[in-house]
């Protein structure tokens, strides 16, 4: 119970121990290492697109299959470019939000687009 070592990552526990290589927070259960706590801070979840590729926000993106879209009899086609995106917690794995031509601003699935 050292005042140098950092908070548990799960539940911002303030009394983690380590035990060897690993650090343990003995309120809830939680093991994990030093360097993935340093590692890992970059402040949010990474977004893949649905070929494996990180999204950032201001990212161009392009739909790679069509969708469809309430009140619209086409819907948004494959091959679709979407221009600066915004990563967002989303409802239902909704966690791009933008602007389409043609139809306005929506959110998109990651798993459905590519990074342009």
């Known amino acids: ?15 983690a121990y380590e035990m060897g290589a690993l650090l343990v927070c ?9 360097s993935e706590e340093s590692a890992g801070d970059t402040g949010g979840k990474v977004v893949k697109d649905a070929f494996g ?10 739909v790679v299959k069509t ?7 086409t819907g948004i086609k ?11 917690d989303g409802v239902d ?8 031509d043609g139809f306005g601003a929506m959110q998109l699935k990651s798993s459905v ?3 342009a």
Request: proline share 8%.
């Open 26 to 34: 003995p309120e809830c259960g939680h093991e994990w290492s030093p």
């Open 1 to 15: 119970m050292s005042d140098n070592l950092p908070a548990c990552p799960e539940c911002s526990g303030a009394y």
């Open 78 to 88: 494959a091959g679709t470019k979407v221009r600066n995106i915004r990563l967002v």
């Open 113 to 115: 687009v590519k990074k």
């Open 53 to 62: 590729n990180v999204l950032a926000d201001g990212d161009a993106v392009t």
């Open 93 to 100: 794995g909704h966690d791009i939000d933008c602007k389409v």
């Open 67 to 73: 969708l469809k879209v309430k009140g619209s009899p």
